[in-house]
């Protein structure tokens, strides 16, 4: 027989229907650019989730996620371009045989470019994780550089440093934050479970968790792996949103801009990193004022490009400086927390929120 | 916890204090709220024009392109300055800088379009970001006018898009032209910046025509390449050496040009060096040096090669307001907004459909002569030929457009 | 390939591994007294060439006088970034290292704001431009000066970690912290003059390979940083030999390999990451087989 849900469940599932239905009547309701926002902000939730769930979690500080997005992006933008359409994107060389044909619909492409990028995660984190510290990292960048390079010279998979235009926006809001919800949940199940614990053993202590029976081997690749599965999601699903695909986005300047919204929410948080997402992507468009030429009180104010990375780039190092546990350190979103809060004022005593 | 606390309130202050700005009601907003509606539905029979008509501005203000972005938007300043009105009301610029990137070209575009509620974008001068802005301008109905970027994809198949410059088909047929019938050149090697659209769109054409004028197959000897940022070329220069072609055809931006032209000297090469417009940069003869003598490229403009009196005009008043002569991307930002602006008086609406008709009929005489769009609305120009001679731009030549 | 060709791209890949011997020594003296990527080398490399140029274009100061002003400067930013940004994260590893990216990022990016991305030429004396020519190979005087400085430098280093107090300290502080400070070195002292000779290693790299190819801009530092941080990495980060050796053995091969086969431009640069990644997993100590550290993270 079924357990009867607990309130947290049905609360949990009434939130994900609000989320999915307000995405179904956005997608016409609201403006274009307020879409696009709101489609950057799911995107890059995940990708702050997945790399909570390496670093935040396990304790594996990898920064290959900007080349395993590429991964997801090219598959899903390779296989969703019509044949006609990659005729005329492929300038340097013509497409290769192997994709100059296939079209897929938007899900079977989106999952394999997530398949893909999980097994590219297990080549890479296999030899990888048994590295520590400086090495594990600088292998994965590496790794991540390697993947691009591949991809700009790979002109008839991929057209090269040029590449691919015109990805048809098969998606909608109500697909990104459908995987946003998927990942989150999954990844949360994940860190719930006895392997998240056993996960977070190993960030703790190596050795320790070896000695009680922990197969660091296993454990640390299977959460790379899955890492990995929703980075490349992500990624095809950035192609489906832009529209145009190239190597160049896909730098460690990519993976840097992931670290520093998952420190601004919070490594161990996922509810954190959505927040952080949000804040991220919203700031970076409200930003764009600073950087315009404008009146400001009656001066010309020539507006300063630049601004916008200038301001993240300070927002980082302050962060990693004196606030290094973020917005949330470890606490997640409870349903618990909100109503004891909004019972009494002086909810200290009420408040309970998961720590992990 | 104290200063998380700090840092979260600075955050959440900034936040709404951008959200102010950035949000903050436009005063056109009430009499222009029927203005911005799509084409389809019905107008009301006198159009309300609103108090300030907006154009956006979508350049390449930092990043690689910096230089040329900077430009063109010193360009459209003047033409704002001289005429800074269209059908009695003021003309308001809106600047918004893509970072040299094309996602962020269209996310700027699709900000000009929703939040600034622009009539008209002028700009990119990079093709790979005008392709990427347009996607999104076409779709909104939004005229665009490009810049210098000469790609032919900017405006193949898009309705409202237009461009103030000639493309890279002519270019190429130009330069091609001028290399074999001028230079008398038999045997050329292509050296290309892979990494970019307009390097490799321009090779390409630069290389059927060289062989077509020439009528040898086997004319074009070599296709070398390299990636933007790279700073060596040894490697594909010393082939170059060794296969002595008449001239070397590389169309690339001006900083590798001036490495690849020292370093080609160093080497010493005796190839002739030929390349495109994005070599229309005062930069690259302060990089090259003395290596620039005798480098010859197509380009937009140069102050000699057009004789009507609205050139001499143009290129006086940048001489006066900014201290150096106008050149490519000056050129096509200045003619890029008089061309819309032009438009927009004819059009006697600021509708996107309405200014499209217009800016079709287009007979305007701009710094570069009487200008007309083709029927994929790219500009129809002569390309100067420019010649570094003592360390200064000299007009060499000009191929008039069939 | 021709005996001319050959010598022709040896000549300059010998300049080129000079140079980023020269960048990856800065790495690896900070790893080896605080193991730490300063991933703001880069950028320090920068500074010093940007702001080089900028004595000479702005103010019309000569060359002579820009660059060492710009090398002062450059170190001061070297210590100041080390006191603020570092020091309080001396004792966590990935803390730092995204510390010293984000210092990165900021530098970057705060010449962008104040001088835009364009790129601009580099001042440097005249007497570089010139070429020596033999026979059919052209050795510009610029590699010479690249080759006889690096050599010089190198061999003061040398005297430096191994005769003076103050190298023997950093040597003692990279092989043991704790027991160094027992035996009375005080860290601080001896990090700071790391960082010194670190910016001051950077900036004449900057200055000799602004000079070789002559234009600055926000992002100069980015190519030759990374790739003199993979020569170090392979010669064995930490150490001063490997980083030489590292970053010499990496700038000669990126010359040399093009060389052999022009059809691999384009994947000379996976070449190198493949080389990293294939030291890392098998042969973590590098060419000198530095002491690996099993830190935590």
């Given at each position: 027989?079924?357990?009867?849900p607990?309130?947290?469940?049905?609360?949990?599932?009434?939130?994900?229907?609000?989320l999915?239905?307000?995405?179904?009547?956005?997608?016409?309701?609201?403006?274009?650019?307020?879409?696009?926002?709101?489609?950057?902000?799911?995107?890059?939730?995940?990708?702050?989730?997945?790399?909570?769930?390496?670093?935040?979690?396990?304790?594996?500080?990898?920064?290959?996620?900007?080349?395993?997005?590429?991964?997801?992006?090219?598959?899903?933008?390779?296989?969703?371009l019509?044949?006609?359409?990659?005729?005329?994107?492929?300038?340097?060389?013509?497409?290769?045989?192997?994709?100059?044909n296939?079209?897929?619909?938007?899900l079977?492409a989106?999952?394999?470019?997530?398949?893909?990028a999980?097994?590219?995660?297990?080549?890479?984190?296999?030899?990888?994780?048994?590295?520590?510290?400086?090495?594990?990292?600088?292998?994965?960048?590496?790794?991540?550089?390697?993947?691009?390079?591949?991809?700009?010279?790979?002109?008839?998979?991929?057209?090269?440093?040029?590449?691919?235009?015109?990805?048809?926006?098969?998606?909608?809001?109500t697909?990104?934050?459908?995987?946003?919800?998927?990942?989150?949940?999954?990844?949360?199940?994940?860190?719930?479970?006895?392997?998240?614990?056993?996960?977070?053993?190993?960030?703790?202590?190596?050795?320790?968790?070896?000695?009680?029976?922990?197969?660091?081997?296993?454990?640390k690749?299977?959460?790379?792996?899955?890492?990995?599965?929703?980075?490349g999601?992500?990624?095809?699903?950035?192609?489906?949103?832009?529209?145009?695909?190239?190597?160049?986005?896909?730098?460690?300047?990519?993976?840097?801009?992931?670290?520093?919204?998952?420190?601004?929410?919070?490594?161990?948080?996922?509810?954190?990193?959505?927040?952080?997402?949000?804040?991220?992507?919203?700031?970076?468009?409200?930003?764009?004022t600073?950087?315009?030429?404008?009146?400001i009180?009656?001066?010309?104010?020539?507006?300063l490009?630049?601004?916008?990375?200038?301001?993240?780039?300070?927002?980082?190092?302050?962060?990693?400086?004196?606030?290094?546990?973020?917005?949330?350190?470890?606490?997640?979103?409870s349903?618990?927390?909100?109503?004891s809060r909004?019972?009494?004022?002086?909810?200290?005593?009420?408040?309970?929120?998961?720590?992990? | 916890?104290?200063?998380?606390?700090?840092?979260?309130?600075?955050?959440?202050?900034?936040?709404?204090?951008?959200?102010?700005?950035?949000?903050?009601?436009q005063?056109?907003a009430?009499?222009?709220?029927?203005?911005?509606?799509?084409?389809?539905?019905?107008?009301?029979?006198?159009?309300v024009?609103?108090?300030?008509?907006?154009?956006?501005?979508?350049?390449?203000?930092?990043?690689?392109?910096?230089?040329?972005?900077d430009?063109?938007?010193?360009?459209?300043?003047?033409?704002?300055?001289?005429?800074?009105e269209?059908?009695?009301?003021?003309?308001?610029?809106?600047?918004?800088?893509?970072?040299?990137?094309?996602?962020?070209?269209?996310?700027?575009?699709?900000?000009?379009?929703?939040?600034?509620?622009?009539?008209?974008?002028?700009g990119?001068?990079?093709?790979?970001?005008?392709?990427?802005?347009?996607?999104?301008?076409?779709?909104?109905?939004?005229?665009?006018?490009?810049?210098?970027?000469?790609?032919?994809?900017?405006?193949?198949?898009?309705?409202?898009?237009?461009?103030?410059a000639?493309?890279?088909?002519?270019?190429?047929?130009?330069?091609?032209?001028?290399?074999?019938?001028?230079?008398?050149?038999?045997?050329?090697?292509?050296?290309?910046?892979?990494?970019?659209?307009?390097?490799?769109?321009?090779?390409n054409y630069?290389?059927?025509?060289?062989?077509?004028?020439?009528g040898?197959?086997?004319?074009?000897?070599?296709?070398?390449?390299?990636?933007?940022?790279?700073?060596?070329?040894t490697?594909?220069?010393?082939q170059?050496?060794?296969?002595?072609?008449?001239i070397?055809?590389?169309?690339?931006?001006y900083?590798?040009?001036?490495?690849?032209?020292?370093?080609?000297?160093?080497l010493?090469i005796?190839?002739?060096?030929l390349?495109?417009?994005?070599?229309?940069?005062p930069?690259?003869?302060?990089?090259?040096?003395?290596?620039?003598?005798g480098?010859?490229?197509?380009?937009q403009?140069?102050?000699?090669?057009?004789?009507?009196?609205?050139?001499?005009?143009?290129?006086?008043?940048?001489?006066?307001?900014?201290?150096?002569?106008?050149?490519?991307?000056?050129?096509?930002?200045?003619?890029?907004?008089?061309?819309?602006?032009?438009?927009?008086?004819?059009?006697?609406?600021?509708?996107?459909?309405?200014?499209?008709?217009?800016l079709?009929?287009?007979?305007?005489?701009?710094?570069?002569?009487?200008?007309?769009?083709?029927?994929?609305?790219?500009?129809?120009?002569?390309?100067?030929?420019?010649?570094?001679?003592?360390?200064?731009?000299?007009?060499?030549?000009?191929?008039?457009?069939? | 390939?021709?005996?001319?060709?050959?010598?022709?791209?040896?000549?300059?890949?010998?300049?080129?591994?000079?140079?980023?011997?020269?960048?990856?020594?800065?790495?690896?003296?900070?790893?080896?007294?605080?193991q730490?990527?300063?991933?703001?080398?880069?950028?320090?490399?920068?500074?010093?060439?940007?702001?080089?140029?900028?004595?000479?274009?702005?103010?019309?100061?000569?060359?002579?006088?820009?660059?060492?002003?710009?090398?002062?400067?450059?170190v001061?930013?070297?210590?100041?970034?080390?006191?603020?940004?570092?020091?309080?994260?001396?004792?966590?590893?990935?803390?730092?290292?995204?510390?010293?990216?984000?210092?990165?990022?900021?530098?970057?990016?705060?010449?962008?704001?104040l001088?835009?991305?364009?790129?601009?030429?580099?001042?440097?004396?005249?007497?570089?431009?010139?070429?020596l020519?033999?026979?059919?190979?052209?050795?510009?005087?610029?590699?010479?000066f690249?080759?006889?400085v690096?050599?010089?430098?190198?061999?003061?280093?040398?005297f430096?970690?191994?005769?003076?107090?103050?190298?023997?300290?950093?040597?003692?502080?990279?092989?043991?912290?704790?027991?160094?400070?027992?035996?009375?070195?005080?860290?601080?002292?001896?990090?700071?003059?790391?960082?010194?000779?670190?910016?001051?290693?950077?900036?004449?790299?900057?200055?000799?390979?602004?000079?070789?190819?002559?234009?600055?801009?926000?992002?100069?530092?980015?190519?030759?940083?990374?790739?003199?941080?993979?020569?170090?990495?392979?010669?064995?980060?930490?150490?001063?030999?490997g980083?030489?050796?590292?970053?010499?053995?990496?700038?000669m091969?990126?010359?040399?390999?093009?060389?052999?086969?022009?059809?691999?431009?384009?994947f000379?640069?996976?070449?190198?990451?493949?080389?990293?990644?294939?030291?890392?997993?098998?042969?973590?100590?590098?060419?000198?087989?530095?002491?690996?550290?099993?830190?935590?993270?």
């Amino acid at each position: 027989m079924f357990r009867r849900p607990s309130k947290t469940t049905v609360l949990t599932l009434a939130a994900m229907v609000v989320l999915l239905a307000f995405s179904v009547w956005a997608e016409h309701g609201l403006d274009p650019y307020i879409i696009r926002i709101l489609n950057m902000w799911c995107i890059y939730t995940i990708l702050v989730a997945s790399f909570n769930l390496i670093y935040g979690i396990t304790g594996q500080f990898s920064l290959a996620h900007a080349g395993l997005a590429a991964i997801g992006a090219y598959t899903v933008s390779l296989l969703t371009l019509s044949p006609e359409a990659k005729q005329l994107s492929f300038l340097l060389a013509p497409p290769s045989p192997l994709i100059a044909n296939v079209q897929w619909p938007l899900l079977p492409a989106l999952l394999l470019g997530g398949v893909l990028a999980a097994l590219i995660g297990f080549v890479i984190g296999a030899p990888a994780l048994r590295l520590h510290g400086d090495y594990l990292l600088i292998v994965t960048l590496g790794f991540s550089e390697i993947i691009r390079l591949i991809l700009v010279n790979l002109s008839s998979v991929t057209n090269g440093a040029m590449g691919l235009k015109g990805v048809p926006y098969l998606s909608s809001l109500t697909w990104t934050i459908g995987a946003a919800i998927v990942a989150l949940t999954v990844i949360r199940r994940l860190i719930t479970s006895s392997y998240g614990r056993a996960l977070m053993c190993i960030r703790e202590d190596e050795i320790a968790a070896e000695a009680l029976g922990v197969n660091l081997f296993r454990h640390k690749t299977i959460a790379f792996v899955f890492s990995s599965f929703f980075v490349g999601i992500a990624g095809g699903l950035y192609a489906e949103i832009l529209g145009t695909v190239d190597p160049n986005t896909f730098r460690p300047a990519l993976t840097y801009a992931v670290i520093t919204m998952a420190i601004l929410g919070g490594i161990r948080s996922l509810t954190g990193g959505a927040i952080a997402a949000g804040i991220y992507t919203v700031m970076s468009e409200l930003l764009r004022t600073v950087e315009a030429p404008q009146m400001i009180f009656g001066w010309d104010y020539p507006g300063l490009p630049g601004l916008r990375q200038l301001f993240f780039a300070t927002m980082l190092l302050l962060l990693i400086l004196f606030a290094r546990k973020g917005l949330m350190g470890s606490k997640e979103f409870s349903w618990d927390w909100l109503f004891s809060r909004s019972k009494s004022s002086d909810s200290k005593g009420s408040e309970r929120s998961h720590e992990q | 916890m104290q200063t998380k606390k700090i840092l979260l309130y600075l955050l959440t202050v900034l936040m709404v204090t951008a959200l102010v700005l950035g949000c903050a009601p436009q005063p056109a907003a009430t009499p222009a709220a029927e203005e911005q509606k799509p084409a389809e539905e019905q107008k009301p029979a006198e159009e309300v024009l609103p108090d300030v008509i907006k154009i956006g501005v979508n350049e390449t203000m930092t990043g690689w392109g910096a230089a040329y972005g900077d430009m063109t938007w010193k360009g459209i300043q003047l033409a704002h300055e001289q005429k800074p009105e269209v059908l009695g009301k003021k003309i308001e610029l809106v600047l918004v800088d893509n970072k040299s990137e094309k996602s962020e070209s269209a996310l700027a575009a699709q900000r000009l379009v929703e939040v600034e509620k622009v009539v008209a974008v002028i700009g990119v001068n990079s093709s790979s970001m005008s392709m990427a802005q347009n996607e999104v301008l076409d779709k909104a109905k939004i005229p665009s006018m490009a810049t210098a970027a000469t790609n032919p994809l900017v405006t193949q198949g898009k309705p409202y898009a237009f461009r103030a410059a000639f493309i890279d088909p002519f270019q190429g047929e130009a330069a091609a032209k001028f290399a074999v019938e001028e230079m008398k050149a038999k045997t050329a090697v292509l050296l290309v910046d892979i990494a970019l659209d307009y390097p490799v769109g321009l090779a390409n054409y630069f290389r059927s025509n060289f062989i077509k004028f020439t009528g040898n197959e086997k004319s074009v000897l070599a296709y070398l390449s390299f990636q933007t940022g790279d700073r060596d070329f040894t490697a594909q220069l010393t082939q170059i050496k060794s296969l002595n072609p008449d001239i070397v055809f590389a169309p690339n931006e001006y900083a590798e040009l001036g490495a690849i032209l020292q370093q080609a000297k160093q080497l010493g090469i005796t190839a002739k060096f030929l390349a495109g417009d994005s070599a229309d940069v005062p930069e690259l003869v302060q990089i090259a040096g003395e290596n620039a003598e005798g480098f010859m490229y197509t380009a937009q403009f140069h102050p000699d090669a057009f004789t009507n009196p609205e050139s001499k005009q143009f290129v006086e008043a940048f001489r006066a307001k900014y201290n150096i002569d106008p050149e490519t991307f000056s050129v096509t930002g200045y003619d890029g907004y008089m061309l819309l602006r032009d438009a927009i008086e004819r059009a006697g609406s600021v509708n996107g459909d309405k200014i499209r008709e217009a800016l079709i009929n287009t007979k305007f005489v701009g710094a570069r002569g009487l200008t007309q769009f083709d029927e994929n609305h790219n500009a129809i120009l002569a390309v100067p030929v420019i010649e570094i001679k003592g360390g200064k731009k000299t007009f060499r030549y000009l191929v008039e457009p069939q | 390939m021709t005996t001319d060709l050959f010598l022709q791209f040896l000549v300059n890949g010998i300049a080129l591994g000079a140079l980023y011997a020269l960048i990856a020594i800065g790495y690896t003296i900070i790893y080896g007294v605080v193991q730490l990527i300063n991933a703001a080398h880069g950028e320090f490399f920068m500074v010093a060439a940007f702001l080089t140029m900028w004595g000479v274009l702005q103010y019309q100061l000569p060359w002579y006088v820009s660059f060492p002003i710009s090398m002062l400067i450059v170190v001061g930013l070297g210590l100041l970034v080390d006191r603020l940004a570092y020091r309080p994260l001396r004792e966590q590893k990935t803390s730092s290292f995204i510390g010293a990216v984000s210092v990165s990022f900021l530098l970057q990016n705060l010449f962008v704001v104040l001088f835009t991305s364009r790129a601009k030429p580099f001042p440097h004396p005249k007497i570089l431009d010139e070429v020596l020519t033999f026979g059919n190979v052209a050795l510009p005087v610029v590699n010479i000066f690249i080759l006889g400085v690096s050599v010089i430098l190198f061999l003061m280093l040398f005297f430096l970690v191994t005769y003076t107090d103050v190298g023997r300290a950093m040597r003692a502080i990279s092989k043991d912290m704790e027991v160094s400070q027992l035996m009375g070195v005080n860290p601080n002292k001896i990090i700071a003059f790391a960082f010194i000779l670190s910016t001051f290693f950077a900036s004449v790299g900057a200055f000799m390979y602004c000079s070789k190819f002559p234009y600055v801009d926000p992002f100069t530092g980015v190519i030759p940083g990374l790739k003199a941080f993979i020569g170090a990495v392979i010669g064995g980060i930490g150490s001063i030999p490997g980083a030489m050796v590292g970053g010499f053995l990496l700038g000669m091969f990126e010359i040399m390999i093009v060389a052999a086969f022009p059809e691999l431009t384009a994947f000379r640069d996976v070449f190198a990451y493949v080389v990293l990644i294939l030291f890392l997993l098998f042969r973590p100590g590098g060419i000198f087989n530095v002491r690996v550290r099993e830190e935590k993270v």
